[in-house]
């Protein structure tokens, strides 16, 4: 598969989160800050050099390339712990307090899947941590995780090849989104919506 081809990890994050989003970022290389992308990127500050600690039972690796050759994947973990018997334990940092976001949990899905294949250890779990709660949130990487990891690359490559980007979701998500004023979800959310006013309108006069 060549580089055009590859899907970055972090797409399926964005992907997961919305469609335009993720279009907006890897197919258009836009982007813009609001609080919480600067807050996302303080704390990956403390992960973003790469390094290597060894500890009593484990090995941790800051800031790891990763790659899945049969997925087409690349990207980098933030921290993976490799235990005594060299099983790795991704672990992706997160700003914010502990949830349960599903698209968080797809991007540490894929993390696993590439270590797999870099490794050959089965990697039942990772976790989240986040650094407001100072938590980690542990998640099995499990079967239906691992096919929604492989379908969401899929739909991610097809969406990167399309020339149209995905229609705007115009939800609540839009109000934390950085890409707000890029993406205008209002606005073109509604279009549809006045081009049946003006069809209704037209055919009114006639």
């Given at each position: 598969m060549d580089d055009s081809q590859q899907?970055?990890?972090?797409?399926?994050?964005?992907?997961?989160?919305?469609?335009?989003?993720?279009?907006?970022?890897?197919?258009?290389?836009?982007?813009?800050?609001?609080?919480?992308?600067?807050?996302?990127?303080?704390?990956?500050?403390q992960v973003d050099a790469p390094g290597i600690e060894t500890l009593p039972g484990r090995r941790v690796e800051r800031a790891m390339p990763l790659w899945c050759d049969r997925l087409g994947l690349v990207g980098k973990a933030d921290v993976v712990e490799f235990l005594a018997d060299g099983t790795p334990f991704p672990i992706e940092y997160k700003h914010g307090r502990r949830r349960a976001q599903r698209h968080d949990e797809l991007q540490l899905a894929a993390q696993a899947l590439c270590l797999e294949e870099m490794t050959g250890h089965v990697v039942p779990s990772g976790a989240l941590y986040y650094h407001s709660s100072r938590r980690r949130r542990e998640v099995p990487i499990n079967d239906a995780l691992r096919k929604e990891v492989e379908s969401a690359v899929a739909a991610v490559r097809t969406m990167l090849a399309s020339p149209r980007l995905p229609p705007p979701v115009n939800d609540a998500r839009c109000r934390q989104c950085s890409l707000i004023d890029l993406c205008q979800p209002a606005a073109l959310g509604d279009a549809p919506r006045y081009a049946r006013l003006a069809a209704r309108l037209f055919h009114a006069d006639e």
């Open positions: 899907v970055p990890i972090s797409a399926l994050q964005h992907w997961s989160y919305c469609p335009r989003q993720c279009a907006l970022i890897h197919a258009e290389q836009a982007f813009a800050e609001n609080v919480h992308t600067l807050r996302g990127r303080a704390v990956h500050r």
